[in-house]
């Protein structure tokens, strides 16, 4: 499975962005599609996971409420809407899927990862 990640760019604070995590190589159904970020110095973070299968998402509590995970099966693209955006959400977006279509906020439990879009956020 490949991973392809965009859709980064700088905005300002309370602005929004969409994110997007192109899924190629195989069918991944069954998978489930996890987005991390992490800003300079910082360790990974989890941000929002979705499982392919039935749709049910998970947040990390830093962006419940203020970002949307969602996917769209006709072009196996996962989707990571950001609203009202901070500056400390500025890092790079990273977004990665487990085959086994487990929900999990380390980031050892993804199989596959795509490469970083990054995400600035200005005062």
């Known amino acids: 499975v490949q991973l392809q990640a965009s859709g980064g760019g700088l905005v300002q604070a309370g602005g929004s962005l969409r994110l997007s995590c192109a899924a190629s190589?195989?069918?991944?159904?069954?998978?489930?599609v996890g987005w991390f970020r992490q800003a300079p110095g910082k360790e990974c973070e989890f941000v929002a996971a979705i499982r392919w299968s039935g749709g049910s998402t998970y947040y990390a509590d830093s962006v419940k409420g203020r970002f949307t995970i969602s996917r769209d099966s006709a072009k196996s693209t996962v989707y990571l809407q950001m609203n009202s955006l901070n500056p400390e959400d500025t890092a790079v977006y990273y977004c990665a899927a487990d085959r086994g279509g487990n929900i999990a906020t380390d980031e050892y439990g993804y199989h596959y990862w795509g490469q970083g879009t990054q995400v600035t956020v200005s005062s």
């Open positions: 190589g195989r069918t991944i159904s069954s998978y489930a």
